[in-house]
Nanobody
Framework: QVQLVESGGGLVQPGGSLRLSCAAS????????MGWYRQAAGEQRGLVAL???????QYADSVKGRFTISRDNAKNMVYLQMNSLKPEDTAVYYC???????????????WGQGTQVTVSS
């Protein structure tokens, strides 16, 4: 019913920047909270940033001041601008969203398939 597709990952040198995008599609009535999580090799998936429908954002301490989350409600998209990237930011980044679909009042939680971000010289 709903698909989340991430794009924008890749290989970047330390200190560089990347911008991730996530497009939600399908039988969408309304997206609510949207966010980004990441999972490094051998580690659990963890929160990077969240944004409410009204635009309120919160960040993991490790990315505060370097990453910025934003969204476009008209396009059902969420973005993650990543600056001053460090090798420890290397991970698979996943888009997550709470979305209500047409015909269902209760929003469900959806995940994208992930996009690899590698920070290395």
């Amino acid at each position: 019913q709903v698909q989340l597709v991430e794009s924008g990952g890749g290989l970047v040198q330390p200190g560089g920047s990347l911008r991730l995008s996530c497009a939600a599609s399908g039988s969408i009535f309304r997206p609510y909270g949207m966010g980004w999580y990441r999972q490094a090799a051998g580690e659990q998936r963890g929160l990077v940033a969240l944004i409410t429908r009204a635009g309120g954002a919160q960040y993991a301490d490790s990315v505060k001041g370097r990453f910025t989350i934003s969204r476009d409600n008209a396009k059902n998209m969420v973005y993650l601008q990543m600056n001053s990237l460090k090798p420890e930011d290397t991970a698979v980044y996943y888009c997550n969203a709470e979305i209500s679909t047409i015909g269902k009042a209760v929003p469900q939680n959806y995940w994208g398939q992930g996009t690899q971000v590698t920070v290395s010289s």
